[in-house]
Structure formats: structure tokens, C-alpha cells
């Protein structure tokens, strides 16, 4: 039998629910663990365990607040192997990537601890004589948080650890494709210190409990990373309701690659940003604009290092790239590749491969040849896709960058300073990456995107205190008594 993981709400364990077994997409023959998917009630006490929790939490001082999440820090960086291992066996990310993203999430944990005891808030004079005036923050109350499978612990991290830090508690509900590095980051806050029910963590259908950690009177503050869909209909329930909503929806990244760039950067940044962590996230650099007198020369070197491009076991040796999560994922890949070829684009790569393993495996696909209007330009497909945009010159490539209406992050790759700066500052997006890829982000800087990408303040770094706190001003006037 599998290992066995289950819900946690207010300190305790949930039992019983709908069973899920959560699989390996390397080789699906391996049940990496078991869960019971739990339903809308237990939803509802994992709300009423946060509210509990919230009064004695949010009156914790700086100091109890950041030694906790100092320790879970050093613990996820003492294990980050043996967690590494376990994000790669159920995401599907090389073992490189999933230690490295287990690696960010300690030092996301040791951010906030730091970030937990910074002061803020103002002291003033009032414009009238003699009062005083308090800027303060405080923490929004509970805060549901709701994570994506395609980084299981640094995002759900980047989310967690400032909610705790500010004094709110949480709610946790992860995606269901990966809840082992859900539930370690949890139980690992939990023997952190955290009293009982200011974490909790909901494993279940996202139909099924997702109402509930969004709609219920409870709620103060949702958190979502997600699909587009699934994330306007949040804001739609919620935005009638007063709720505050962060969201993280998706990306059309553009890597924009000029006549002076040089090739070996070019070709690497394209192949890092395009398809590390199987193109599987919502930063990738998924079309390239490259311009006409180095777009021969830069296909050909692409071709070539794709030509070398190591697929398989995510977690055998010197593999540059796993497999695709899941059976949908891989179904969503195949179907923008025939909508390109259909709209006129030249797939090279993009083929199902048969290895040792029953596994979802995608070799990297180069659609070239496309248009900015085609489908593939437009929507995000989340897989090892990179489509090409031909275009005559850094204006045109500007432009075709600034068509995307995802503008989460976008990317330059020049020699020349004066491109680089004008691109920077003329970008639509939210980041922008000069000689570097799309993807790969700091935890100390605020994270996201313009348009139809983000919604909501920043996350992450000094932003993050935007969304998990509100402020109050406080006017108090000369009279007041003395104490
Ligand atoms: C990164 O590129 O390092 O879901 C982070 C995603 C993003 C995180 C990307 N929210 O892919």
C-alpha cells in the first residue's frame, strides 16, 4: 500500500472522503501516495479552524511570528533533497529544478521570517492642532490559498509564509496533482509553532471545496494561482461579495531576439526560458520574435541544441527535461500543435515518445513560420511549446511583443544598450528580462503581470504586504485622556 497523506484542519487530522491516488507522470505505475479528497463540510471547519486561530495568531509578536517561519526555513533547506525528490516523482520537473525550487522555498520561509519583524506604519500631525494621526497595518483575517501543480511548494510558500508573517491565517487548498509537498510544507509550518488551525490544508476537487474557500462568509482574502478560467470566476463570485483577490492567471511571453544578439545567449535563454520545467509554467517564454537577418542562424542553432535535448525519467541523471503532468496537459499540447500546423505553422518536434516508462513524455516542439494572429501566438498552451514570429526589425518586434494581452513577463536578447533599455522600458509586461530568460524569478521583488495576467496587488518580496494586510488610520485628539 501507498504512503497514506490526508487533510489537516485545526491541528487535526480528516479522514475518510473521496480516494485519489497521486501518480508519477514519469512512469504511472508508481502511486506516489494516497489522500481522500474531502468535501464542502470540511471546508467550511478547515474556515472556522482559521477563524478560530486568527484572534491569538494575529496577536503574536513580530518576533514569535518570524522564529517560526525561520524554522520551517532551515528545515526545508536541511531536506531539500529529499523533497526535491518527492516534487520531481509527483510534478515531473527534473530533480535539478525540483531542488532548486525546494531550495526557493526555504529562502522564501527565511524572506518573511525577516520581513515579519520589519517595522512599518507612520506616526503624523494631523492638519489640526494637537491631534495625532496612526498609519498601521493589520492583518486581513483568513486568507484561502489556492495553488496550481506546477511549482508544489515554492508558490504555495510565497503565499503562506507572508499570510503568516503579517498575522493572518490560512487555508490552504493546493492542486490535486501534487498534494505531498502540500502536506510537507504544512506539516513542516505546523512543528514549526503555529497554533492549531492557523494553517490548514484542504485536499479535495477544486469544484467541490473551491466555492466554499472562496464564497463563505469566513473568507476575508483569497490567493489564486491558476488558469484564466478558473480564476475570473473567482473574481466574479467574489467581487460582488467585497472580497479582497490576488490572482496569477496565465502568460503569452514573448522573447524578442534582435539582429545583434548574441547566438549562443539567444539560443540558450530561449531553450531555458521555452522549455525548462517542460515549459510548464506560467513565465515561460513561449514565442519568439526574432528578427529577420539573425532568424535563420537562431532556428538552426535551436534545431541543433534540440537535437541534443535529453527527455525522460525526471528523475534519472542528466535529463534536461521530464514529462508533461498529466493526460489532459498532454492532450491541451497536442491540440495547439494541429491548431498551428492547421493555421499555416511548421511543427518540428511535438511528437509522444515511447520510453522505458509509461509516462507522459513530449519532445520540445519549434513551431515556425506563424503569425502574430495565430492561436498559438495568442493562447497559452503550458508545455514544451515555442512558436517563431519572423519580423523585419526591433520596431515590428516590439509591437508583435506588446500585441499579447497576458503580459506577465517578457524578454529581450540584444548587445546593445540602447535596444536593451528601450525595451525595458517600452515592454507591456510586468517583468522584463534582458539576456535572461522569460522564467526564473526572485523572491524578494514583487512577481506579476499586466492585462489579462495578474489581478490584485503584487506578490512576493516587499509587494507581498500589500495584499495580506490592510491599513488603518487612526486619528486621536489632544484631549484624550493620559494613562
Ligand atoms: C518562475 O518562473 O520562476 O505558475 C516562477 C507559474 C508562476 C511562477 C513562475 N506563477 O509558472
Not at 479522514?15 to 489522500?35: C, K
Not at 502540500?182 to 514549526?192: M, S
Not at 489564486?224 to 502568460?251: H, M, N, W, Y
Not at 521583488?445 to 495580506?468: C, M, N, T, Y
Request: hydrophobic share 40%; with cysteine; glycine share 12%.
Amino acid at each position: 500500500m501507498s504512503r497514506q497523506i490526508t487533510s489537516v484542519v485545526g491541528g487535526s487530522t480528516v479522514t475518510g472522503g473521496d480516494a485519489h491516488a497521486d501518480l508519477n507522470p514519469s512512469d504511472l505505475s508508481d502511486v506516489v501516495l494516497e489522500y481522500g479528497g474531502v468535501d464542502a463540510s470540511a471546508a467550511k471547519a478547515a474556515l472556522e479552524a482559521a477563524a478560530a486561530a486568527f484572534p491569538l495568531w494575529s496577536r503574536t509578536t513580530p518576533w514569535e511570528r518570524s522564529t517560526v517561519l525561520d524554522k520551517a526555513g532551515s528545515e526545508v533547506l536541511a531536506r531539500a533533497d529529499e523533497l526535491g525528490d518527492l516534487l520531481a516523482r509527483e510534478e515531473g520537473k527534473t530533480l535539478p529544478e525540483a531542488k532548486g525550487e525546494v531550495v526557493r522555498a526555504g529562502q522564501i520561509l527565511k524572506y518573511f521570517a525577516g520581513a515579519a519583524l520589519q517595522p512599518h506604519g507612520h506616526l503624523l500631525d494631523s492638519v489640526r492642532p494637537g491631534v495625532e494621526v496612526s498609519v498601521t497595518r493589520e492583518p486581513i483575517g483568513v486568507v484561502s490559498v489556492i495553488t496550481p501543480w506546477n511549482f508544489p511548494i515554492a508558490i504555495p510558500a510565497w503565499k503562506i509564509a507572508p499570510a503568516l508573517a503579517y498575522g493572518n491565517s490560512v487555508v490552504f487548498k493546493p492542486a490535486e496533482l501534487v498534494p505531498g509537498s502540500a502536506w510537507e510544507l504544512v506539516d513542516i509550518l505546523n512543528r514549526a509553532g503555529l497554533p492549531a488551525g492557523a494553517l490548514n490544508l484542504v485536499l479535495g476537487r477544486g469544484s467541490v471545496v473551491g466555492p466554499v474557500l472562496t464564497t463563505d462568509p469566513l473568507v476575508n482574502g483569497v490567493t489564486f494561482t491558476g488558469s484564466v478560467g478558473t480564476g475570473r470566476g473567482i473574481l466574479d463570485a467574489d467581487a460582488p461579495l467585497g472580497r479582497k483577490v490576488q490572482l496569477e492567471l496565465g502568460g503569452k511571453n514573448p522573447l524578442v531576439i534582435v539582429d545583434d544578439a548574441d547566438l549562443a545567449t539567444a539560443v540558450e535563454v530561449l531553450v531555458q526560458g521555452g522549455f525548462g520545467s517542460t515549459g510548464q509554467r506560467c513565465t515561460a517564454s513561449s514565442f519568439a520574435v526574432v528578427t529577420d537577418a539573425i532568424h535563420d542562424r537562431l532556428v538552426a542553432a535551436v534545431q541543433e541544441r534540440l537535437s541534443r535535448w535529453t527527455v525522460g525519467d525526471a528523475r534519472a541523471a542528466g535529463i534536461e527535461m521530464g514529462p508533461v503532468v498529466d493526460p489532459s496537459q498532454l492532450a491541451q499540447d497536442l491540440r495547439y500543435l494541429d491548431v498551428a500546423r492547421s493555421e499555416g505553422g511548421e511543427v518540428h518536434g511535438g511528437e509522444v515518445l515511447e520510453l522505458g516508462t509509461a509516462g507522459h513524455y513530449l519532445s520540445p516542439a519549434l513551431v515556425l513560420g506563424t503569425k502574430s494572429s495565430d492561436t498559438i501566438n495568442r493562447e497559452e498552451v503550458f508545455g514544451p511549446v515555442v512558436s517563431v514570429i519572423r519580423v523585419a526589425d526591433y520596431d515590428e518586434a516590439l509591437a508583435t511583443a506588446n500585441a499579447s494581452t497576458m503580459n506577465l513577463s517578457a524578454g529581450v536578447v540584444t548587445t546593445d544598450l540602447a535596444t536593451a533599455t528601450h525595451f525595458r522600458r517600452s515592454s507591456k509586461a510586468g517583468m522584463v528580462m534582458v539576456n535572461l530568460p522569460t522564467a526564473g524569478v526572485d523572491f524578494h521583488v514583487p512577481f506579476g503581470g499586466r492585462g489579462d495576467s495578474s489581478h490584485g496587488p503584487r506578490e512576493q518580496g516587499f509587494a507581498a504586504i500589500d495584499f495580506f494586510t490592510t491599513s488603518k488610520t487612526a486619528y486621536t485628539a489632544p484631549g484624550s485622556p493620559r494613562n
